[in-house]
């Protein structure tokens, strides 16, 4: 988890400077594909991806290691052709993976959070899952452990193929001739991500697009069918967390409310969107009909919010840079305390962007329980070993979010509500 950690601490930096350049291109050609609330919440599911990822949160079905140690017909040694092939296997298993989770009820719940933006940009490729607790990925990696790939070189490939499919993720670059049939490019990801009807479940491949050629899920974008973005069931909030388990809720609401005892086990393995009969006829979900007339998601926003949430993302985003930073100094109990931190500030703001007042109490009690810690123990987490007077920054960073929870709930809100009436 160490190494990990160390990972993102450059990772991190690169992609908000790819975003950052995303961005600025897009004002001065005056094509902009960003809206500030639907990218901070985009940014802010990736900052709790990458923190569960290096809390370890969540259980492993089975490792590679442990699949290569007792399947293993040989021991081959890391070669180029092996980091070739290995890498091959890998974007094989990506596919299938990413197949399943399109097609089963279950297992989109973990990757809806990828499709909910109603923008398409590289900051939605950092829309990733926390819901995804049970790791089984190393599953679809068995004939690469048949054949004895050793586990550095897995190790090593998979954070690069993740990576890898970050840059697909924009608006700005078209066609790309010949690569179009060799790799994933911005055109075949554009289909992927919207919800025409031509363009549903198409294009799963991950880094090549050989698999969506062999098994029939390609589809080439269309010049007279301009992809449409999110999902066919809005998720109706900027809130990560929210998003994240949102599909799991209604399939837990919907098995509990079935009289059908066969349909309270079969729905969580039925393909994605299907409902029990009883239940989708008495309890009918907002599902959009005609992609192209739809009520995108939006909430009141002044400039001095948008620049207030602007400025608790990059707070977020630099302390989790100073815990990878200090990864070890800071212990386990530490990064769990640290981590918990980190999910409740996530979850404050970005409720408070969905304008509910719910998100005023949150803050409070977030604020006030870092100035006790702050004050108790005069330090952050040993910041003050790295930056003079670092306690105090963190302490004043709390302050900011309680006066800013309670500006934006109550004297904002209730501005922004008086001049709405006015101009109607």
Same mark, same amino acid.
């Given at each position: 988890?160490?190494?990990?950690?160390?990972?993102?601490?450059?990772?991190?930096?690169?992609?908000?400077?790819?975003?950052?350049?995303?961005?600025?291109?897009?004002?001065?050609?005056?094509?902009?594909?960003?809206?500030?609330?639907?990218?901070?919440?985009?940014?802010?599911?990736?900052?709790?991806?990458?923190?569960?990822?290096?809390?370890?949160?969540?259980?492993?079905?089975?490792?590679?290691?442990?699949?290569?140690?007792?399947?293993?017909?040989?021991?081959?040694?890391?070669?180029?052709?092996?980091?070739?092939?290995?890498?091959?296997?890998?974007?094989?298993?990506?596919?299938?993976?990413?197949?399943?989770?399109?097609? !089963? /009820? =279950?297992?989109?719940?973990? #990757?809806? *959070?990828?499709?909910?933006?109603?923008?398409? %940009?590289?900051?939605?490729?950092? &829309?990733?899952?926390?819901?995804?607790?049970?790791?089984?990925?190393?599953?679809?990696?068995?004939?690469?452990?048949?054949?004895?790939?050793?586990?550095?070189?897995?190790?090593?490939?998979?954070?690069?193929?993740?990576?890898?499919?970050?840059?697909?993720?924009?608006?700005?670059?078209?066609?790309?001739?010949?690569?179009?049939?060799?790799?994933?490019?911005?055109?075949?990801?554009?289909?992927?991500?919207?919800?025409?009807?031509?363009?549903?479940?198409?294009?799963?491949?991950?880094?090549?697009?050989?698999?969506?050629?062999?098994?029939?899920?390609?589809?080439?974008?269309?010049?007279?069918?301009?992809?449409?973005?999110?999902?066919?069931?809005?998720?109706?909030?900027?809130?990560?967390?929210? !998003? /994240? =388990?949102?599909?799991?809720? #209604?399939? *837990?609401?919907?098995?509990?409310?079935?009289? %059908?005892?066969?349909?309270?086990? &079969?729905?969580?393995?039925?393909?994605?969107?299907?409902?029990?009969?009883?239940?989708?006829?008495?309890?009918?979900?907002?599902?959009?009909?005609?992609?192209?007339?739809?009520?995108?998601?939006?909430?009141?926003?002044?400039?001095?919010?948008?620049?207030?949430?602007?400025?608790?993302?990059?707070?977020?985003?630099?302390?989790?840079?100073?815990?990878?930073?200090?990864?070890?100094?800071?212990?386990?109990?530490?990064?769990?305390?640290?981590?918990?931190?980190?999910?409740?500030?996530?979850?404050?703001?970005?409720?408070?962007?969905?304008?509910?007042?719910?998100?005023?109490?949150?803050?409070?009690?977030?604020?006030?329980?870092?100035?006790?810690?702050?004050?108790?123990?005069?330090?952050?987490?040993?910041?003050?070993?790295?930056?003079?007077?670092?306690?105090?920054?963190?302490?004043?960073?709390?302050?900011?979010?309680?006066?800013?929870?309670?500006?934006?709930?109550?004297?904002?809100?209730?501005?922004?509500?008086?001049?709405?009436?006015?101009?109607?």
């Amino acid at each position: 988890m160490e190494s990990y950690a160390t990972a993102l601490l450059y990772a991190i930096p690169f992609f908000i400077f790819l975003l950052g350049i995303e961005i600025l291109y897009g004002y001065f050609v005056k094509n902009q594909k960003h809206k500030v609330l639907d990218t901070v919440s985009s940014i802010s599911s990736g900052l709790t991806n990458i923190l569960k990822d290096s809390l370890g949160l969540g259980v492993i079905i089975v490792s590679y290691p442990y699949l290569l140690e007792h399947l293993a017909l040989t021991e081959i040694k890391a070669s180029w052709l092996v980091w070739v092939v290995a890498f091959i296997v890998i974007d094989f298993a990506g596919y299938w993976n990413h197949r399943l989770s399109h097609h !089963i /009820n =279950f297992f989109w719940n973990q #990757h809806v *959070i990828h499709h909910s933006s109603e923008e398409f %940009n590289l900051a939605c490729a950092l &829309r990733q899952s926390v819901s995804n607790l049970i790791g089984y990925f190393p599953l679809f990696l068995i004939h690469a452990a048949v054949i004895g790939v050793p586990t550095k070189v897995i190790a090593i490939l998979a954070p690069i193929h993740l990576f890898a499919q970050f840059w697909y993720h924009t608006q700005h670059i078209r066609k790309m001739g010949w690569l179009e049939y060799i790799i994933v490019t911005p055109s075949q990801h554009r289909v992927h991500h919207a919800i025409n009807p031509e363009y549903i479940d198409k294009n799963l491949g991950q880094v090549l697009c050989i698999w969506d050629r062999l098994f029939g899920t390609f589809q080439e974008e269309l010049a007279e069918v301009p992809p449409q973005y999110g999902v066919l069931k809005p998720a109706r909030t900027w809130n990560p967390l929210l !998003i /994240n =388990f949102q599909h799991i809720w #209604h399939l *837990i609401k919907d098995a509990w409310r079935t009289e %059908n005892y066969w349909d309270k086990v &079969r729905i969580w393995f039925m393909p994605t969107g299907w409902r029990p009969a009883d239940v989708k006829e008495n309890y009918p979900l907002d599902i959009i009909q005609d992609v192209y007339h739809f009520q995108r998601y939006r909430t009141k926003a002044s400039f001095a919010f948008k620049g207030y949430v602007i400025f608790q993302m990059l707070a977020t985003l630099i302390l989790l840079l100073f815990m990878f930073y200090n990864y070890s100094e800071i212990g386990f109990n530490g990064l769990l305390l640290f981590g918990a931190f980190v999910f409740m500030g996530i979850y404050g703001y970005t409720t408070l962007m969905d304008r509910s007042k719910i998100a005023v109490w949150i803050e409070l009690c977030r604020g006030v329980l870092g100035l006790f810690l702050v004050f108790r123990t005069g330090d952050w987490f040993g910041i003050n070993s790295q930056v003079t007077g670092g306690g105090y920054f963190v302490a004043m960073y709390f302050v900011i979010t309680i006066i800013g929870g309670i500006y934006f709930t109550y004297m904002e809100r209730e501005s922004l509500t008086a001049k709405a009436v006015l101009k109607e």
